[in-house]
Nanobody
């Protein structure tokens, strides 16, 4: 069993930055990748970014390329999402995910609201 807890969300104005954190605990040895997803009101959950735990390969949704950066600290069992140049369309609940597969474990989510 793996537990994931997100933090760092909040209410900000467009153009500013936020950094989300995801803390993993439990059977963290089983984690091969970590990722971020988001869900806006009335919409399906969508992929944002992911990173391979061992190699560090990263993947991004087109909507966030050049603005968001995913990173990880394996020693601390942490993953991060640096969000720059935020726009109102980024408003959503952001979820951390992990697993040997894609995706087996999910956090509770953290709200990000971007005002115009």
């Amino acid at each position: 069993q793996v537990q994931l807890v997100e933090s760092g969300g909040g209410l900000v104005q467009a153009g500013v930055s936020l950094r989300l954190s995801c803390a993993a605990s439990g059977r963290t040895l089983s984690i091969s990748a970590m990722g971020w997803f988001r869900q806006a009101p009335g919409k399906d959950r969508e992929f944002v970014a992911s990173i391979n735990r061992n190699v560090g390969n990263t993947y991004y949704a087109n909507s966030v390329k050049g603005r968001f950066t995913i990173s990880r600290d394996n020693a601390k069992n942490m993953a991060y999402l640096q969000m720059n140049d935020l726009i109102p369309e980024d408003t959503a609940v952001y979820y951390c995910a992990a697993g040997p597969g894609k995706w087996d474990y999910w956090g509770q989510g953290t709200q990000v609201t971007v005002s115009s």
